[in-house]
């Protein structure tokens, strides 16, 4: 049990919709990072949010975007669903220092599942 | 380019026998490196990780890894394996800075009886 929540648990959406991923942070948390988890492959890097913030972003086009609160939760927003993003999206929490190894140890929520057909 | 390479997607061993799962990785310089696991409908959980120093990692469940830099490697292992083990085992890299983790494909762990 990391402290990690994440809604919801499962979701079917068809081509074009849009869809919005939510995940609460572990308590004393200030930095939320998504990842994309395709069938069969390790977790791929979406983005992060730090202090409300986007301060990071792996290989993923605009359409896919995110919102931090100021109680550090965050939403995951894709619009113009494709077939290929069906995954799992994970959520993680950590504390963001300036690097080095205490940077954050990510605890990892169990996951959305995003089937689109 | 930043890669994290599992050479082996599935692995079966018995109950009681010992586990080596492989992991190699490509960095400009030597990155933080952990082993999570992930078993089915659940969340990755961290088992453990290197940052600097000591190159043999306890961690959690018995579990233990060993940091080679001439082998580029982080390689797990365990003694003697439960079968509560069975479950999906990724190794992931980390650079400074900000928390992205890269990660392998995953190995894919069965434990017979």
């Known amino acids: 049990e990391t402290g990690v929540t994440q809604s919801p648990t499962h979701l079917i959406k068809t081509r074009g919709q849009q869809v919005t991923l939510r995940c609460s942070s572990q308590s004393g948390h200030n930095t939320v990072s998504w990842y994309q988890q395709a069938l069969g492959q390790g977790p791929q890097f979406i983005f992060q949010?730090?202090?409300?913030?986007?301060?990071g972003r792996g290989n993923f086009p605009p359409r896919f975007s995110g919102l931090q609160f100021p109680n550090y939760s965050s939403e995951l927003n894709v619009n113009a669903l494709e077939l290929d993003d069906s995954a799992l999206y994970l959520c993680a929490s950590s504390t963001l220092t300036s690097g080095g190894p205490g940077g954050g140890e990510l605890f990892f929520g169990e996951g959305s599942r995003l089937t689109v057909l | 380019a930043q890669s994290v390479t599992q050479p082996d997607i599935h692995i079966t061993v018995s109950e009681g026998a010992s586990l080596e799962l492989r992991c190699n990785y490509s960095y400009g310089a030597t990155p933080y490196l952990f082993w999570y696991v992930q078993s089915p409908g659940q969340g990755l959980q961290l088992l453990l990780k290197?940052?600097?120093?000591?190159?043999l990692v306890q961690g959690i469940k018995g579990f233990e890894a060993e940091f080679k830099r001439s082998q580029s490697s982080f390689n797990l292992r365990k003694p003697s394996v439960h079968w509560s083990d069975a479950a999906e085992y990724f190794c992931?890299?980390?650079?400074?800075?900000?928390?992205?983790?890269?990660f392998g494909a995953g190995t894919r762990l069965a434990v017979h009886p």
């Open positions: 949010y730090y202090r409300e913030e986007e301060n």
């Open positions: 290197y940052f600097s120093g000591d190159t």
């Open positions: 992931a890299a980390r650079g400074g800075g900000y928390n992205k983790l890269i």
